[in-house]
């Protein structure tokens, strides 16, 4: 991918991810304001072509495949980037609580700062859920039948979770669209917490 049509992918990526609608060549040609629209829908045709984004329905514009998305992750996120701001918040809310309430209190500090949803896995049999407001709260989640799928997905993590933790491993993994067990709409970042007195993930 060339360093245009490469720009022009991760503006798409963001601005769905932001919005949740479909994008197109004239709102890019408007943010981007040095590239045509007519120049910008051949690059978007070659975008489609390759796999990289797709034409939902009868929609003028375009949003990201599982595939792009993954391009995306892999060569523009630092997955093991620290953020010394985000280390010292975390930090602060966990020093007051021991064990489990700790892991506890480092998921609510880390569903705050992300504005995502945080699963904490102790074992297959204890789940701690938090920030599910800040996902129901995104954009996508206007349409019923999306609230109502993740819900169930939801409903079921504990039956899925066994898969999950054999995904994992012993390291960080994004789990994309048809590599995640809880269904190819969602996607998720899971990795280990390591704890001298409890493991969970």
């Known amino acids: 991918m060339d360093k245009r049509r490469e720009q022009l992918f991760k503006q798409i990526v963001k601005i769905y991810l932001t919005t949740a609608e479909p994008v197109g060549s004239l709102f890019l040609a ?66 007051k609580f021991k064990g489990d309430e700790q892991v506890k209190a480092a998921a609510r500090a880390s569903a705050e700062i992300s504005q995502e949803a945080v699963i904490v896995a ?32 939801l409903d079921h993590c504990e039956e899925m979770l066994p898969r999950v933790l054999e995904l994992i491993g012993n390291g960080k993994k994004v789990l994309i669209g048809s590599d995640n067990p809880f269904g190819k709409m969602c996607s998720f970042i899971a990795a280990p917490i390591r704890d001298r007195k409890r493991r969970g993930r």
């Open 30 to 95: 408007d943010k981007l304001g040095d590239v045509s629209s007519a120049t910008i829908r051949n690059e978007m045709m070659a975008l489609e072509e390759d796999g990289y984004i797709y034409q939902p329905h009868i929609s003028a514009g375009r949003v990201p495949t599982a595939k792009g998305y993954k391009f995306f992750v892999d060569n523009f996120v630092d997955a093991d980037r620290r953020d010394e701001k985000t280390d010292k918040k975390i930090a602060a809310a966990v020093e």
């Open 122 to 153: 102790f074992s297959p049999n204890q789940l701690y859920f938090t920030g599910l407001s800040n996902l129901f709260a995104k954009p996508e989640f206007r349409e019923q039948v999306i609230v109502t799928s993740v819900s169930q997905i």
